[in-house]
């Protein structure tokens, strides 16, 4: 049995907030059933997820070292456990 495609897993991490240009970096992340999972070793800023209809880009080298770009995507607040980890989609 293989383990997690290169592709679904993502390292250097950039998510921007699109309607403010913050940014929160994050070491890794990984694509898990067609969502993008950041785990919190690093905190967002504060109000980063303030607003609910916010939307975010997201950008990362996956395991492949190929650039991924996610463009407009918004956090799934319900599979989100905060300051564990982020849930994208």
Do not use: C
């Not at 940014?23 to 070793?41: D, M």
């Not at 967002?44 to 997820?49: A, E, I, K, L, M």
């Not at 407009?72 to 989609?89: E, G, H, N, Q, W």
């Amino acid at each position: 049995m293989t383990g997690p495609s290169p592709a679904t897993r993502l390292h250097d991490v950039v998510v921007v907030h699109d309607q403010s240009g913050a940014e929160w970096r994050a070491a890794k992340a990984a694509i898990e059933r067609g969502s993008i999972v950041i785990g919190a070793s690093v905190q967002p800023p504060p109000d980063f997820f303030a607003n609910p209809s916010s939307t975010y880009t997201i950008a990362a080298l996956d395991g492949g070292h190929r650039i991924r770009k996610f463009v407009s995507i918004t956090l799934d607040r319900k599979a989100t456990v905060p300051r564990r980890r982020y849930v994208f989609s």
